[in-house]
Structure formats: C-alpha cells, structure tokens
C-alpha cells in the first residue's frame, strides 16, 4: 500500500492523499523527472476474499478508460504492477467535485444546464462504443469541475461495465444508493444506456436544489429551494428520473436537446404559443380597432406598469420586476446587492437567458452593474479561495466590460504576450472597460502560468517575459494616471460593499495596485527564474509604488527573496 514518500515505478512519487472509496485510494504524485502533477489510483490487484467482483478490477477499468479519447473524461497515460497492488496513472484535474457545489447550495439553472449537456455528450460518447459503455456510477462526487466554473471531467470508471445485449439481468448489482437507478438492484433487469440518463438526472437535480438525496427536502418540489427554476426544467429532469427506464429520455443526446430547449416546456411559453394560433385571425380582423384603441390606452399601460414595476420593487420582487421591464436597472442593483448580504452571490449569474443585465438600456448603469457584479462576485468570502479562482468567477463580467458590450467576438480576449496595453487602455471608451481590459489581463496571466506549470515542454522565453513587464509597467502607469477616476464616489460605493476586507488596501484605487501585485505574486514561479535578481526587480518595478499596498513589505516578503 503507498504511503506519502513513497515512489512508484522509479518516477512517481506520492506527496499527497487526495481520497478514497470503497475499492481505491486516490493520490497526487510528481513525475520526478519531467516534474509534473499526476492522479495515481491505487487498488488491489484481486479484490478480497469476501467480495463477488471479478471482471471490475482495476485493470479493467484501466484498460477501459485508456482505450477513451473524450475531453470530458480524465486520461490514463501509465499502468503500473507492483507489490500487490495495481496503480493506475492519470490526469491530475484541478478544481472541485461537483459534490462541493452541492453543499454550497441550489446551483443556477444555467450552470446546471451548461454541465448537463457537457455529461450528456460525454455519456453519447461512451453509449456509442462497441460495445456500449455504462457508466453505471453518476452522481456529484464523480464529476471534477474544472477553476474556469464551465468545463467538468467524468472520474472514477470503477464499476462501469460493457453492455451485452443478450444477458437477462447484471451480474452485480452496484451503484450509489439514491443515484442509482432502480434497475440496479434488480436482478431480474440488466442495466443500459438509459440506467446512466437516471442517475445524471439525479445529479443535476441534487445541483438545482443544493441538497444529496439523503436530505429529506431533496424530494419537495425543486422550485421551493430554487425559486428561479422553471417548471420547463422541472419536467425535463423528472422524465430523466422517471422510475420506468421506458418513460425516460432513451439516448443522451435526446436528453441534451431538452435541457438546451427546456424553455420550450415552460407552461407561459405553451400558453403564449397557444394564444398566438387561436388569436391570429382574430387579430388582423381587429387589428384597426386595436390600433385606435391603443393610442388611447398606451400612456394608461406605460403608467400602470410603472406603478406595478415599483411596487413590486419594493416587496423585494425582482424577477417580477424583471419581467414587467428588463430595461431599467433598479431590480438588477437591488437583486446583486440583496443576494450580496444573504451570501448566495456565488450560484447567481446574470448574463443569462432568464437573467440578462445586457438589456439595461442606460449604457452607464449597464457599465456600473458589470464592474459592481464582476468586484462582488471576485471578493465575495465564501471561503478561501485562491486568486485564480476568484478572477475567473467574475471573468464574465470584465469581458463585457473590455469588449463594451459589443457582441462582434464571443471570444474576446487579450494576449498578455502579444498585446499592446498601452494601446489597449488608450482606445477605451472609459474607466470601466480600462478595468475589464486589465482584468482579462491578468487572467491570460493566470493561464499562462498554469499551462506552464502543467506542461514540462511549456516555457516562457525572456522576450516574452520582456513583454509581459513592459505590458505590466503600461497598466500601472494608466492606474496612476487614472487615479481620480478611481477615487470618484461611484468606485469607492462599490468597493465598501464587499463582505472581504484587506489590510492596507481602502479605496478602489489601491484596490486596482493590489491585483496586480496579486497576479505579480501568485505567478512568480512563471516569472522568476532561477531566483534570478533581475526577474525580482523586475516584478517589483511592475508594483506600483505609491500605493500604501505597494510599499507594504508583504509583496517583497511574499517573494520569497533577499532584499536589494
């Protein structure tokens, strides 16, 4: 059995226990000589005397996943024999289980949505090998959800099995009590590919509710714990978990087309539809009539919505208020900054389908919502969380602010090597896009330092890093030059309403410094090579230092480095 210390194969060495279940354990390594992270699962070779698994061994599940070429399901790029023990070599995923998210609370539909259709693929992709794989063993814990929030990983193919057509019932009844399906545990019945649209249909369901199916709540209706699921939704997860496999969605992908049209089944859009055919004729006969009238009665609907939209503002109804007039910008604040105290900021998005800050229709409020959303949402304390994770929470949001909410290119992003920030900041139309543009910045930095870290063949030459600091030393003159701006009364009401606080740092100015002494920081290791001297003065030249943050001695301490 491994133990921390312990080196495998002459190259892995284990450092560190990252879990366990039932029929392995799971460990970080370090390749000892190309120095990159990897996940070893450990497992006997044979299971124990007492147990009835045979063809689920470890090998198995090795040979299975290393035959996958999928981007949602982990690698294997090593199998290793020693010692009794079988260990197996795959991709070490950053991130949290998806079980992590469960415990945070209910998750948004969107980002339920966005990791459903994700799984779904992953599953038409297993369902179409020869033979069919299933998966056998969906629930949160098994899915890796990555730092960008977006893209999960599929882990842990331990009880997965090849369908035969042929055989009347499972050999073993395995699977996860509340996630499996009922067909597991019924001999009489073999599971298949619509065993695997269950349980997935559970997950997503423990996500929408932020409750395990071993919370007795789990089974109320999902809308009494996430009031902005709609009942489209609801039904397409409950004919995912229909109890007669014959009820359910019968492949993966039919399951992805529903949760990308769930709206289609909302009973308002049903209605409406219904409405728009059995009133056309009737319509176009009136149209006249209604025309005179509505000259009439158009000032009497604009005002009566508008006492209607306050009233409900009010009562704290912002969806309500939403939906009566997505333009005005009062229920948007109101709503960011209500659920901002309540801590549940972080399963909240607002550039949604059902929940779109774009159609603000005053271009400054719009501007104030983004930077207001993308600050909250980056610093808002529900744990702790590293740099990198923070900035790309609210990555969304500096995005529209950079591009100025132009919809030409949703794939908007500045180069930290290749780009121009002295340009870049020049053209802005104003400060809000300065600050999007030097956050998404910063996050190229973070992706960089990461495919280089992850990447024993990645390397930053000294041009490039040349370039990085002339880029760094461009975003702290603007700051500098910009200080005003970002001192005026709109910048500092923003910065006091996070729930963190920083020693040293009292204004969104020293705010803006800190960040970039943060991604200076964080990232040394990309910047700093071989503790060259040069590479520290250089990092501490980016640091502004007029700010009380910048003459902090924690930014030449966090290096780690003698002093000049």
């Known amino acids: 059995m491994a133990s921390i210390g312990m080196v495998i194969d002459g190259k892995y060495e284990i450092i560190a226990e990252l879990g366990r279940g039932g029929m392995s354990i799971v460990y970080l390594a ?3 000589r190309l120095n990159k992270q990897w996940a070893v699962k450990e497992a006997k070779k044979k299971p124990g005397n007492d147990s009835d698994i045979f063809e689920l061994t470890p090998i198995a599940e090795a040979h299975l996943l290393k035959s996958l070429d999928h981007p949602n399901i982990v690698r294997i790029v090593d199998i290793i024999e020693q010692g009794g023990y079988i260990y197996i070599v795959e991709d070490f995923v950053e991130g949290k289980s998806l079980s992590e998210e469960v415990k945070r609370g209910p998750s948004s539909p969107e980002l339920v949505v966005k990791w459903g259709t994700q799984l779904c693929d992953t599953f038409d992709y297993l369902h179409s090998r020869k033979p069919p794989i299933i998966y056998r063993d969906m629930k949160p814990a098994n899915v890796q959800l990555q730092p960008d929030r977006k893209t999960v990983k599929l882990l842990d193919f331990g009880i997965a099995k090849t369908y035969k057509v042929q055989n009347v019932g499972d050999t073993h009844n395995l699977g996860t009590r509340g996630y499996a399906a009922p067909e597991q545990f019924d001999v009489s019945k073999q599971s298949d590919k619509r065993t695997d649209i269950f349980s997935l249909g559970v997950t997503l369901r423990a996500l929408l509710m932020g409750k395990t199916p071993y919370d007795s709540e789990f089974y109320d209706d999902i809308r009494k714990q996430n009031p902005v699921v709609t009942d489209g939704l609801v039904k397409v997860i409950a004919k995912a978990t229909d109890p007669n496999p014959e009820k359910r969605f019968q492949t993966a992908a039919e399951f992805k087309h529903a949760l990308l049209h769930y709206h289609d089944k909302d009973a308002a859009v049903i209605r409406m539809k219904k409405r728009k055919l059995n009133s056309f004729r009737g319509l176009m006969a009136s149209s006249i009539s209604l025309f005179l009238a509505g000259l009439i009665l158009l000032p009497i609907s604009f005002s009566v919505r508008s006492v209607d939209y306050n009233d409900k503002l009010e009562k704290s109804q912002y969806i309500e208020c ?13 709503y960011l900054e209500d659920t901002n105290k309540n801590g549940n900021l972080d399963t909240l998005e607002f550039d949604t389908e059902t929940l779109n800050y774009h159609n603000i229709s005053d271009l400054e409020k719009k501007r104030e919502f983004a930077l207001e959303a993308a600050y909250l949402k980056e610093n808002f304390s529900s744990g702790q969380e590293s740099n990198k994770n923070n900035i790309y929470k609210s990555i969304n949001y500096y995005e529209d602010l950079a591009m100025n909410f132009s919809v030409d290119d949703e794939n908007y992003s500045i180069d930290s090597v290749n780009s121009d920030m002295e340009q870049e900041l020049n053209n802005c139309e104003s400060i809000y896009q300065s600050i999007g543009k030097i956050r998404v910045f910063y996050s190229d930095i973070y992706s960089k330092a990461d495919q280089v870290s992850n990447n024993s063949e990645a390397y930053i030459s000294d041009d490039d890093k040349n370039k990085i600091f002339a880029n760094f ?22 910065f006091n309403k996070s729930h963190t606080k920083y020693e040293n740092v009292s204004d969104f100015y020293e705010y803006m410094t800190k960040c970039q002494g943060d991604c200076l920081i964080a990232n040394r290791s990309f910047f700093i090579a071989n503790e060259s001297q040069k590479d520290i003065d250089a990092v501490m030249d980016c640091i502004n230092s ?3 943050y910048g003459k902090s001695q924690i930014i030449q301490n966090s290096l780690a480095m003698p002093k000049n």
């Open 546 to 548: 007029e700010s009380t």
């Open 30 to 32: 370090i390749d000892r």
């Open 473 to 494: 030393k461009a975003i702290n003159n603007y700051v500098n030059n910009n200080k005003n701006q970002l001192l005026n009364e709109k910048m500092n009401e923003i």
């Open 322 to 334: 939403i939906n009566i007039n997505s333009s005005k910008y009062q229920a948007y604040f109101r």
